[in-house]
T-cell receptor
Framework: RKEVEQDPGPFNVPEGATVAFNCTYSNSASQSFFWYRQDCRKEPKLLMSVYSSGNEDGRFTAQLNRASQYISLLIRDSKLSDSATYLCVVNMYDYGQNFVFGPGTRLSVLP | NAGVTQTPKFRVLKTGQSMTLLCAQDMNHEYMYWYRQDPGMGLRLIHYSVGEGTTAKGEVPDGYNVSRLKKQNFLLGLESAAPSQTSVYFC???????????FGPGTRLTVL
């Protein structure tokens, strides 16, 4: 089993739609969690960290369920500019070195 | 601030050739990383460094060597390139007080 797995995608949604991505991780000792965004042929960039209580940043909401070892990202009111690949990233220790990246879920927002 | 830069951006090698990829950061970050990204797979860690003069192996270190002689630079070497090393290589850095990694624009390497 891969350490970090994500919805295979791609997700094709119309503008204004709400879309949710799921991510599961295998190591129960994992301590910190992130969503990165990667545009086509570009470098990954941090979208948001994921906190135990869940957190929101504008149209983006991230949730963590430690018991189920599950992370989610919800995007509301999708924009064309949200089209990208979303990478789930898990780290075993706070500020540790082992950041494990999921394969990514591609999102295309259609006009 | 340029952030994280990588040279070259593209390179084509023949099997058995050697090359060095250069990563430079101007954010005074302690930690630096080299990843490779292949289709359908997440970024995989090749080597990393927790400070000047120190390096350590990541998940897929075979066939690669690294050096961190200066804090701002992290070099990735391929001694004898193989077609399996065809990939996009990303360098990243981060500071000690944050978990956010800053990535360079990547190097697209093809080994024929």
């Amino acid at each position: 089993r891969k350490e970090v797995e994500q919805d295979p995608g791609p997700f094709n949604v119309p503008e204004g739609a709400t879309v949710a991505f799921n991510c599961t991780y295998s190591n129960s000792a994992s301590q910190s969690f992130f969503w990165y965004r990667q545009d086509c042929r570009k470098e990954p960039k941090l979208l948001m960290s994921v906190y135990s209580s869940g957190n929101e940043d504008g149209r983006f909401t991230a949730q963590l369920n430690r018991a189920s070892q599950y992370i989610s990202l919800l995007i509301r009111d999708s924009k064309l500019s949200d089209s990208a690949t979303y990478l789930c990233v898990v780290n075993m220790y706070d500020y540790g070195q082992n950041f494990v990246f999921g394969p990514g879920t591609r999102l295309s927002v259609l006009p | 601030n340029a952030g994280v830069t990588q040279t070259p951006k593209f390179r084509v090698l023949k099997t058995g050739q050697s090359m060095t990829l250069l990563c430079a950061q101007d954010m005074n970050h302690e930690y630096m990383y080299w990843y490779r990204q292949d289709p359908g797979m997440g970024l995989r860690l090749i080597h990393y460094s927790v400070g000047e003069g120190t390096t350590a192996k990541g998940e897929v270190p075979d066939g690669y060597n690294v050096s961190r002689l200066k804090k701002q630079n992290f070099l990735l070497g391929l001694e004898s390139a193989a077609p399996s090393q065809t990939s996009v290589y990303f360098c990243a850095s981060r500071g000690t007080s944050s978990s956010e990694q800053f990535f360079g624009p990547g190097t697209r390497l093809t080994v024929l």
